[in-house]
């Protein structure tokens, strides 16, 4: 028999004020209000959805860049519990991480282990990213199964065929 786990979307277009943040935060809220168990991941520096959550910035002990960086941190550290809607924030320290990532092994598989631990106790789980097709998006390219790219004008679309290669790769 098959294990359950939840389904993993990443929102990704590497244009950036296309919407990305607001759906990731929308569909989380509107899955909630399905009775569904979710959690939210921003891999995005500029923290939005983060910020979107109510969480302060400079309150952030753990995040993210931190479950990237520190292979034996567990990620129960980074998650942000709310009733039914998790978070695992970013923060600006997310970039510095990001320019480290280059020279990380495996920096686009690390997200995906650290989920590993935790998938079975959400339905869904939804990652924001950056406006960038830079590590950060990379990893979470490799972390999803699924996508939903957010378009507001021709120039948004710009791109897509190489985003969908790289998540077929
Ligand atoms: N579906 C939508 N319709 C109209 N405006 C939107 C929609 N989604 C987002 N916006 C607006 O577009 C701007 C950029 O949205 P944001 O989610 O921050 O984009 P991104 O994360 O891609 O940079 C914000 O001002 C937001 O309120
Ligand atoms: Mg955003």
């Given at each position: 028999?098959?294990?359950?786990?939840?389904?993993?979307?990443?929102?990704?277009?590497?244009?950036?004020?296309?919407?990305?943040?607001?759906?990731?935060?929308?569909?989380a809220q509107?899955l909630v209000l399905?009775?569904l168990?979710i959690?939210?991941?921003?891999?995005?520096?500029?923290?939005?959805?983060?910020?979107?959550?109510?969480?302060?910035?400079?309150?952030?002990?753990?995040?993210?860049?931190?479950?990237?960086?520190?292979?034996?941190?567990?990620?129960?550290?980074?998650?942000?519990?709310?009733?039914r809607l998790?978070?695992?924030?970013?923060?600006?320290?997310?970039?510095?991480?990001?320019?480290?990532?280059?020279?990380?092994?495996?920096?686009?598989?690390?997200?995906?282990?650290?989920?590993?631990?935790?998938?079975?106790?959400?339905?869904?789980?939804?990652?924001?990213?950056?406006?960038?097709?830079?590590?950060?998006?990379?990893?979470?390219?490799?972390?999803?199964?699924?996508?939903?790219?957010?378009?507001?004008?021709?120039?948004?679309?710009?791109?897509?065929?190489?985003?969908?290669?790289?998540?077929?790769?």
């Amino acid at each position: 028999m098959e294990l359950r786990t939840s389904p993993i979307i990443a929102v990704c277009n590497q244009k950036g004020g296309v919407g990305k943040t607001t759906t990731a935060i929308n569909l989380a809220q509107a899955l909630v209000l399905q009775d569904l168990k979710i959690l939210l991941i921003d891999l995005d520096p500029q923290g939005n959805t983060t910020c979107g959550f109510g969480i302060k910035l400079e309150s952030i002990q753990t995040s993210v860049a931190d479950l990237i960086r520190d292979r034996d941190l567990l990620v129960d550290k980074a998650i942000y519990k709310g009733d039914r809607l998790d978070i695992i924030p970013a923060t600006p320290y997310l970039a510095r991480v990001e320019r480290e990532m280059i020279g990380m092994t495996n920096s686009e598989l690390r997200l995906m282990r650290k989920l590993d631990g935790v998938r079975e106790r959400y339905s869904i789980i939804i990652i924001d990213t950056p406006p960038t097709f830079g590590p950060l998006m990379n990893a979470a390219l490799n972390t999803a199964q699924h996508l939903i790219v957010p378009v507001d004008s021709f120039f948004s679309l710009i791109g897509i065929k190489e985003l969908l290669a790289e998540m077929k790769g």
